[in-house]
């Protein structure tokens, strides 16, 4: 099978990066014919021949900058199109790639135009893509007085992102998404969110992750115990509901200490101001062997964002054998199953946070059974093989 995919732009890494050269290299090795179309890419962005023996194709050309703005995609859907001709399937990964393939070719011609959707645009669709957070933030900030105003602060700037572009956007995304063949999703909690914003069905696909890297064991074994947390500072990893659980886990585990890794200035001074950071030990960026060995070495770990669409972050727990204390909402809760793998925790609840953090600090025998059942699912889910065959059969099905 001929497959090209398009991606926004790859001169950075991140998860639907990630997944794309995973599906990429794995299609390829599967014997299927792969190239990318791209505005942006650099290879020093990535690990040295991560993309070897791989087309790449650039779509962005100097004369975009003063196209208006309407017309800019159909110059790429064209230039997208002169490549794909003859392909069996183009698929999109971020906006606006969809925009792009859906006009890369005829709607009853042979190559059938997918999108694997990671999440739909919140800048476009807002209100509509992840209605909990919404309605954290309508309660008010009395609701979670823990949250500093975040979620109110958050859906006032949602409604007030650029409107005039936005608006064009989201017509032009809408009416693309509405004219492909098909569509699939990372999660089902990602399809559900589909089906509200377009009014259209999505097919779970849920990812893969590479086999873990090889942990330091030297530092793994002599390391005392911690948990790992991983986070970054948007409002949807929901640092400021975990630093409240910390806080109130510290009362009844006061040797409890949290390895954190994404903390920024604010959320370090916010620490502070709270008295925790006695019991944070905030990490700078690692790479990826160091973050296999931060995992590795944890007694469980943290994930609790509110309505991550998919959640890459316990699937590599899983993947190194380790317990996790996730999200009873989103992806998390699609790839966690509660009381096997791990516990499930209401992510805007800091004292169900806290209380089953402390239970699970305390029973290391019971986070060491969960971590095993966790490996045990991650190799049954959630390898690249699994990945692949689930792409492989539902491309299949979409092209007949």
């Not at 650039?58 to 017309?71: E, H, M, T």
């Not at 098909?182 to 589909?194: D, E, I, K, R």
């Not at 948990?227 to 409890?256: I, S, Y």
Request: charged share 25%; glycine share 8%.
């Amino acid at each position: 099978m001929m497959i090209w995919m398009a991606h926004p732009r790859l001169d950075r890494r991140g998860g639907a990066e990630n997944l794309l050269l995973v599906l990429s290299r794995g299609l390829r090795e599967r014997g299927h014919e792969v190239a990318i179309a791209t505005l942006r890419f650099s290879a020093s962005a990535w690990p040295e021949g991560a993309w070897s023996g791989i087309r790449i194709e650039k779509l962005g050309r100097a004369v975009d900058r003063v196209v208006p703005r309407r017309f800019r995609s159909r110059f790429r859907a064209r230039r997208l199109g002169a490549f794909v001709r003859g392909a069996d399937v183009a698929i999109a990964h971020n906006f606006p790639a969809a925009l792009w393939v859906s006009r890369c070719a005829r709607p009853a011609g042979p190559t059938r135009r997918v999108w694997y959707c990671h999440e739909p645009s919140e800048r476009l669709h807002g209100r509509a893509v992840f209605p909990r957070l919404v309605a954290a933030g309508e309660a008010g900030a009395d609701a979670y007085p823990w949250s500093d105003r975040a979620f109110v602060r958050r859906l006032e700037h949602l409604d007030t992102l650029r409107p005039r572009e936005t608006a064009l956007d989201r017509r032009l995304d809408r009416a693309a998404v509405q004219s492909l063949d098909a569509v699939l999703a990372n999660s089902a909690f990602t399809a559900a969110a589909v089906e509200r914003v377009y009014g259209r069905t999505a097919r779970s696909c849920p990812p893969g992750v590479a086999p873990p890297w090889q942990p330091d064991d030297d530092a793994v074994s002599s390391a005392s115990p911690y948990v790992a947390w991983v986070t970054n500072p948007r409002v949807a990893k929901n640092a400021h509901g975990f630093f409240e659980a910390l806080r109130l886990a510290r009362a009844e585990a006061p040797d409890l200490v949290v390895r954190a890794l994404g903390l920024d200035d604010a959320l370090r001074t916010k620490a502070r101001t709270l008295g925790i950071e006695d019991a944070l030990v905030a990490l700078e960026a690692v790479d990826d062997p160091d973050y296999a060995s931060l995992l590795a070495g944890a007694r469980f770990v943290a994930n609790v964002p509110i309505e991550e669409p998919f959640g890459l972050v316990p699937v590599d727990a899983m993947a190194q054998g380790r317990a996790v204390l996730a999200s009873s909402c989103g992806g998390p809760s699609e790839s966690v199953v509660d009381g096997e793998t791990g516990v499930l925790v209401d992510p805007l609840d800091p004292n169900a946070i806290a209380r089953e953090m402390v239970a699970l600090w305390k029973d290391p025998e019971r986070c060491a059974a969960l971590g095993r059942a966790g490996r045990e699912r991650y190799e049954r889910e959630f390898t690249p093989e699994r990945l692949l065959d689930r792409f492989e059969a539902a491309l299949a099905e979409i092209a007949g």
